[in-house]
């Protein structure tokens, strides 16, 4: 039952990833000519400042995961239940302090931002940050349900919630930015399904899981060991918002909010890209946390590293390709001329973090080893060094600026640092690793170059031409990687569910 619940869990990760991003590239164009530039700056804006306030996770929604995954190796069902109770006692406290500082993010708008926003955006900025704190306030003690789902590997139920989730929302904001509505109803509905997913976590562990919550019990000695293994991830997540958030709000500072509407929509596609790593090692904590915890040797770990990496790179090689060659007419046909400079910023994200996104799997082993010091430490350090840059290079290129702050410090610390801890402390086989890559990549790199001198003499100035560059490209890089860059584990692992679905559909 727990193999089906992974595969399909993985496989429903991959339904939900491209549902939302279908969504987002055919609801984006819309929702940035329904709300304008300016308008959605703001909401962006707003978003990321809110957005640090999530860090007051402190990592504790990961330990849930660790933790309630270890207890149900070692058969401890009681410890499971205190554990439950004494977090959401922790969460409750967190929700009421991240309201209490996000009221003093709400009364100092005007200093942070009254240089480069009008009276009017400074008004609706309050709004939306107001709801948004109500929101956050909430997710803190109702998220722990999330987690134990995570947790128990019920991966159907909270894929099918976000599908629905996902289109609701959608058709929803749709009618109401027809309507004219714009931000402010955009966060009232986002806060509206927020609280509906996070209510119905709770009802799936009380009465299909059947967890009880149990206070009274509150261990002192396991909370020592739960934050130290919380404050690492929690650093994680500091660094995570410096890198992903910070841009908007410096360039919110030093520009203004048409500045950070261009960064947004390349953010956007930087998170999109990430989804498409992050789906498969997503569902793997608990199963390598089990792994771990039975004593299962370096090189079984090294094993699944490499061979995820390799299932993440069949994909990522593909993406990154394709928009490589097709990005920045894609961006300027779907968002408008004015959005140009967001292919550029986005294509500083996507090179130098796809080494990461394939190896995130490293992050997964780190967790489940309770070994995050090293990592933590150095991101923070480069996350740090990343803020300066993006500082000092925004004054003088704007979100572009911003972008070689952040790719700099994603190839100092995650690619060149991070490979040598792996290799050296960790004990995985980066070298290998490497070795299989290289390979992989010859037909992208071979194809990027041919595409590139053809696509010089060729004007892509509508949607039909795109898509006919873009199909014939697929037509040519699928098949060309299939026999030169995938062994026959990974021709099996996509080919046979395609048989399969092939010839059910034969028999009807």
Request: net charge positive.
């Amino acid at each position: 039952m727990a193999v089906n619940q992974l595969k399909a869990g993985a496989a429903l990760n991959y339904v939900v990833l491209g549902l939302s991003n279908l969504v987002g590239l055919l609801y984006t164009p819309y929702m940035l000519r329904m709300m304008g530039q300016s308008e959605y700056g703001l909401y962006s804006l707003v978003a990321s400042v809110i957005a640090y306030l999530t860090i007051m996770d402190f990592g504790f929604g990961n330990a849930i995961i660790r933790y309630t995954a270890k207890f149900r190796a070692e058969g401890k069902l009681q410890e499971q239940y205190s554990m439950f109770g004494m977090f959401l006692i922790l969460y409750s406290i967190i929700g009421c302090v991240a309201f209490l500082v996000g009221l003093g993010l709400y009364f100092n708008i005007d200093s942070l931002f009254g240089d480069t926003m009008t009276d009017y955006e400074l008004g609706r900025a309050r709004i939306l940050m107001l709801i948004m704190i109500v929101n956050l306030a909430f997710t803190f003690p109702l998220g722990i349900f999330g987690s134990i789902v995570t947790a128990y590997e019920d991966f159907v139920f909270q894929k099918v919630v976000q599908i629905i989730r996902i289109v609701l929302n959608t058709v929803v904001m749709i009618c109401l930015l027809k309507m004219g509505y714009r931000a402010v109803a955009m966060v009232v509905v986002q806060t509206i399904f927020n609280l509906g997913t996070l209510l119905l976590n709770y009802f799936y562990c009380r009465y299909k899981i059947h967890i009880k919550i149990l206070f009274g019990h509150f261990q002192w000695g396991f909370l020592k060991e739960v934050a130290v293994y919380s404050f690492w991830i929690f650093l994680n997540a500091i660094m995570d918002r410096i890198y992903w958030s910070t841009g908007q709000f410096v360039l919110g500072a030093i520009s203004g909010t048409i500045a950070v509407a261009v960064f947004a929509v390349a953010i956007q596609f930087q998170s999109m890209y990430m989804s498409f790593s992050t789906a498969i090692a997503g569902v793997f904590l608990p199963r390598v946390t089990a792994m771990v915890t039975t004593h299962k040797t370096d090189r079984e770990l090294s094993d699944l590293f490499i061979r995820t990496g390799r299932i993440q790179y069949i994909i990522l090689a593909f993406i990154l390709s394709g928009f490589i060659l097709f990005g920045k007419q894609f961006i300027i046909l779907w968002a408008g001329p004015n959005y140009a400079d967001s292919y550029i910023i986005a294509l500083l994200f996507f090179i130098p973090l796809t080494v990461p996104l394939i190896q995130n799997m490293g992050i997964t082993i780190l967790q489940a080893r309770n070994q995050m010091k090293f990592r933590s430490i150095l991101y923070i350090c480069i996350a740090l060094a990343s803020l300066v840059a993006q500082i000092i290079l925004a004054r003088f290129w704007g979100g572009i600026g911003c972008a070689i702050g952040t790719a700099g410090a994603l190839v100092l610390g995650q690619i060149l640092i991070m490979n040598i801890y792996y290799q050296k402390r960790q004990h995985l086989n980066i070298v290998q690793f490497w070795k299989e890559i290289s390979k992989m990549s010859i037909v992208p790199i071979l194809l990027i170059i041919l595409s590139s001198l053809l696509l010089r003499s060729i004007q892509i100035d509508n949607f039909v031409k795109l898509s006919i560059g873009i199909i014939i490209f697929s037509i040519i890089y699928i098949p060309s990687f299939w026999k030169f860059g995938m062994n026959n584990y990974e021709r099996e692992l996509i080919g046979s569910p395609v048989k399969n679905l092939f010839l059910r559909i034969c028999k009807q």
